[in-house]
């Protein structure tokens, strides 16, 4: 190779990076990487980094943050750790710290990793003393609060940078609330702002994810976006149509065949990814391709990968994806999404509609990362067979018209917005029984000042927060001393003395299953499980030998039939912006040129039964005893609406792309919409009481129903969307019916 390019971001770094960058054979730094490094070392300013999959974001911080470490340590400083990586997996600090190994010892900066599963001496070295580089996910940083309290200040004294890999992951959820107290208490530890550095490969809306990484502070944090061209893509959504006739007994599902049968053709012999929407489609498809893969007798393996499986499984399925010497094609859920390094897998395939827009642009990033490689990805969807008694949302192709709708929104760079509306109070639950527990108590004003007032918690203000603390009171969450010092009571000791404590979302107790002697991970069992039960899993077939309610395993041996398992768990939210989209597809007169035959079929198949119901003018029918409304908005919306319907006295529920309203007609229907849209909209707190099942965080079940109902509103409810779209529609509709071509009446 030639020399490294003189460039400004490589003249800053220390000359062992230098050194470093010309090993790996670099021939200029990504545009990311030469933008970043003034900013990060000159360490005044949070910094997000975006940019595509494997476009060397972690090196544009990395590279920048050891450089300054390095010259720290010659001068003589640096008591403590000096930077704190916090990633969402295990698995992906396992990978980091192989990889910034290599950059971290010719520098002589220690790095250390802590997780659940981390070497315990590696702990005890930070604890004992700390220094470098620390890579740890949210939970640990939790246990290290909770369990160290007294250590944190010595610990994070000297704190240089923060870093948080794969931001994305972490906006809107518990989670990420979490994570926004967790740094905001390293500062406090720290005594002082320390830079906030983020990477994620999905974002649409920068000001967003910037007012998430410093809130309240959002503005002034420095966005580093890359504009280099991305690769090539080679792109193809195969339709597939689902029999209405059942399998008989033994036989596959024609759709699922068909797939498997595609699959397994066109994967074999090389390394891939294929995604599926639930850890029962993952072992279904992975028992599928095995048993192809047997027949004929291909070296191919075909291996399931998902939280449920042990981590010994999952960690062998990855190391195989990176021996070149066997074909390996891993099924997995989201837990192969994330930046974990798999080698260079030729393929990415997805089994039905992607959850997220966000989602499909990181399974894509996942291949076609070796130089001049394209990113391959095949989308395979399903849809019923056409007949007449086929539903008016399902004649409509949902779930391919989806498919296309975020296809199309990946192509113009469009991600789901972050979501800051929730009040998070589970998190919140959490992080005032943590801080009592590492300071030993602490009084109602100083848990506000720190998580509401100057913390992450903003949206909730003292009223609500004193509520809260009743609700705790109440729950022997926690106690108060005479001195006014809040101590966590009987239930809240309980909480914090288990493991389960440092996670804020639900962690369930599952039935181990193990395998002469091997686990190979893990089952919610919600029903009984019986001794002879047939079972896939870790895709392959067992029967169940013995069951210990005791211990919580199940014992098993292999079999030659299996059934997959139940999981809980559900899809991503659709967002507004994939509904419009939806809508305008099915205006529109294009067939985008990566549809096969099938799937172009489905397409005009949906597009037909759109005009011929009306959908582009009408969003009001009638079928049989029911009345069907297709707003065309997202999830939140949807959901909404068929609160605010459902509390003025109408039977209602959710059918996908429609809100169905039981024993009412168009015209009463209507009569109800523009009665709501003459007056001002509802409260979101009215429409949150007569919701039934509000319980949806992990200590939900401490708040009272008044807090519970607030939650909720913050959470799942988007009154101003909803109430646009009943206005609007009050407004806009004609009430002259037409016919809608066989389904019934439509207004």
Known sequence: MTETPPSQAYARYHPTIQRWIYQQGWDRLHDVQERAAALIDAGQRDVIIGSATASGKTEAALLPICSVLAREREDGFGAGVAAVVVSPLKALINDQFDRISGLTDPLGVRLHRWHGDAPASGKARVLRAPEGLLLITPESLEALFVRHGDRVGRIFGGLRYLVVDELHSFIGAERGAQLQALLHRVETAAGRRVPRIALSATLGDFSGAAEFLRPGDGARVAVVSSAEPGGEIRLQVRGYVNPATPPGPGQEPADRAAIADHLFRTLRGTDNLVFANSRAAVEVYADMLTQRAGQARSPDRFLAHHGSLSKEVREHVEELLKDPATPVTAICTSTLELGIDVGSVDSVAQVGAPPTVSG??????????????????????????????????????????????????????????????????????????????????????????????????????????????????????????????????????????????????????????????????????????????????????????????????????????????????????????????????????????????????????????????????????????????????????????????????????????????????????????????????????????TVRAKHHDKYDRYLSEDLLTAAYAARALDVPGAWAFLTGLARNTDRAPIQNGGSGQQS
């Not at 395979?380 to 004649?395: K, M, N, S």
């Not at 603390?469 to 003395?497: F, K, P, Y």
């Open 360 to 689: 499909l642009r990181q399974r894509l990033g996942r291949s076609g990362r070796r130089p001049g490689q394209p990113a391959v990805l095949r989308v395979y969807v399903a849809e019923p067979e056409l007949t007449a008694g086929i539903t008016p949302a399902d004649a409509l192709r949902p779930e391919l018209v989806q498919t296309v709708a975020m296809i199309e929104l990946l192509t113009e760079a469009w991600y789901e917005p972050p979501d800051d509306a929730g009040l998070h109070l589970s998190a919140l639950i959490q992080q005032i029984l943590s801080i009592s527990a590492q300071s030993g108590g602490a009084t109602a004003s100083q848990l506000f000042t720190e998580l509401c007032d100057k913390g992450p918690f903003r949206r909730v203000d003292r009223s609500l927060f004193a509520r809260l603390l009743r609700d705790m009171g109440r729950s022997r969450l926690l106690e108060q001393q005479a001195d006014g010092t809040l101590l966590a009571a009987q239930e809240g000791e309980r909480l914090l003395s288990h493991y389960s404590f440092y996670a804020s979302f639900h962690t369930s107790l599952d039935y181990r299953l193990v395998a002469d002697g091997y686990t190979l991970g893990s089952l919610p069992v919600d029903r009984p499980i019986l001794p002879g039960t047939l079972l896939i899993f870790s895709g392959a077939r067992w029967r169940v030998r013995s069951v210990d309610t005791a211990q919580r395993v199940i014992e098993l041996t292999a079999a030659e039939a299996g059934k997959p398992p139940v999981f809980p768990g559900t899809g991503g939210e659709i967002a507004d912006q994939v509904r419009r989209r939806m809508f305008q597809l099915y205006r529109s007169a294009d067939i985008p040129r990566y549809l096969d035959a099938t799937a172009r079929t489905l397409l005009a198949e949906g597009r037909a039964a759109f005009h011929a119901y009306g959908h582009g003018t009408r969003r009001i029918f009638a079928r049989d005893s029911e009345t069907l409304l297709f707003p065309w908005r997202g999830d939140r919306v949807m959901n909404t609406l068929t609160a605010i319907l459902g509390m003025n006295g109408l039977h209602v529920g959710q059918d996908g792309l429609a809100i169905t309203v039981g024993g009412c007609t168009p015209a009463h229907l209507l009569d109800t919409i523009a009665s709501l849209a003459a007056g001002p909209p509802p409260d979101p707190v009215a429409i949150a009481a």
